[in-house]
């Protein structure tokens, strides 16, 4: 159970024998699980053909890994804590037998509904544990899982329902975060206006608000459980089956739907959770994630439980009903490793200390970030209020493409740097390139961000396009798993990852890509033309600045502001509204009219000294009209 690594010289030791021999490192990875059957090969496959396969020929269920395996000897220990919205609202904790329970039985309902095997599932709920319920009945009976964040709109539901052709929906009648009610019935219906390949929508009921219903196509999760067999014989699954599709955005076009595998996946989130955090049978661990993103489905979901822990399901913000809320249900549950993003810690750090002081935080050990780069006051205050100097911080650098993290300390045993990543994971071989494609060797250098080998974790595809996933991953460096992140490798060989080096944004750890907001503004009737660019924010990381042309007058910019923010919430979701607006009478091109977004970017930031090179543009005054402009 506990890491087989346990001290700095080792973790060198093993890593270099795990890129050397990165089949035989796997192998005995993958040996710690129940398999039906036993793999060929370990791995086949490569970056260049993009047809990477690990444990092919091996026969598994995941679930069997994280439920079953576990009852003859933890069937009491809790699985999840549930922690509702309303701190008031009463405890409920699930066991393993309870959870597998639930499990059997929903995978029941799933195949009395006519899922099998293959079938695409959409979820789109609440965080309580009936998503986790859904997430491992799917993979219980075969079908593949596709999250869809709750924060959402109608249209970004469809577009991926359609994307991956899902038969089902399972949603909630509606969900709470902090005084807000999501309707997400409602919104369902609205987005199954245009999935006509929906025909079965179960939903289960958390808030009780009033929803529409449609006969022969609606059917309530508790009724549909309630006559259900909690006996279910787990589907025996390929290795290189999948797993799941989860959508995320690159830097053109609608989001990718990410395929994972059976086999890989597992056995990659399972021995990342144990290295990294170095769990061990009595911890409590709470990862602050929401399931609808992959922090959610790998270390909420499936790493925990591959590993048997107790873990907490959280509903509510950290922001409710105070900024006191984190540290309270640290407390409460006596988390021992704790998991969050760095715009929590900003957004909580400026809150009263009082909050975190008035509560015990004496049982944490480990603390974890992720999703994007953590400033060093960030990490101090951290590493002080919240540790109070004892535990071990371990930021994660890794994507929805790799599955599970990438470059990070293992706790207590890599010595650590604010800001840095530090070091690749065992059988994981970073690298740096220079433009022309040539890796830079050394180290004080900087680059773009590679890795060089396949590992069992890393996405096989994007659902439906081949050659999506090879333009977006394996063409511009041959050879190499390209990550779209900038890094430096410091003079120590440390990894510190700049952030993307595309059009993609990372807005407090959301990754949005830049086209789909452009896209999204460019449906207003008023607007032309619009060009976002991230800029720098003290509790977002990075915050969305749209430039716009607009066809007539805009008298009053900060209603217009307002039209920009519905349109773009309608359209994909509130987390993509822009913080800035400004417009203005052209935007800066070259003569193959191609935005020069380096120059927006230094005006956003408001670096407006050191511009660079303008001559290239078409009509090089817009640049004066835009930084003599006024945003809102
Ligand atoms: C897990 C997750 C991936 C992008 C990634 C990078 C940024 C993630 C980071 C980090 C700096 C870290 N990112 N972890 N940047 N330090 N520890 O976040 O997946 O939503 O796909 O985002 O997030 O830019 O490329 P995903």
Redesign the pocket.
Known sequence: MQSDITSFDEYKKVHQQSITDKEAYWEQKAETFDWHRKWDKVHSGSFEDGNVKWFEGGKLNITENCLDRHLDEHGDKVAFHFEANDPDEGPRNLTYSELHEEVCKFANVLESKGVGKGDRVAIYMAMTPEIAIATLACARIGAVHSIVFAGFSAQSLADRIQDCDAEMLITNDGLERGTKLVPLKEISDKALQSCPMVNDVIVCQRVGNDIDWEEGRDEWWHDLMANASADHEAEVMEAEDPLFILY?SGSTGKPKGQVHTCGGYMTYVSSTLKNVFQVGQDDVYWCTADAG???GHSYIIYGPLLNGLTGIIFESTPMHPNPGRLWQVCEKYEVTHFYTSPTAIRALMKEDISYVRDCDLSSLEVLG??????NEEAWHWYDEEIGNGNCPIV???????TGGMMISPMAGITPTKPGY?TLPLPGIEPALMDEDGNEIEGNDVQGNLVIKQPWPGMTRGVWGNHERYMNTYFNKYPGYYF???GCRRDEDGYYR?T??VDDVL?VS???LGTAEIENAIDEHNKVVEAAIVGYPHDVKGEGVFAFMTCNSEIADPEAFKKEIDDLVAKIISPIAKPDKIQIVQGLPKTRSGKIMRRILRKIAAGETDDLGDTSTLVDPSVVDDIIDGQAY
């Open positions: 995320t993103w992959i922090t970030t992720v999703g994007e780069p953590i930021d994660t650098w890794w994507q929805t493409e990543a990550t779209g992140d990852i952030g993307r990372n750890g959301h990754r």
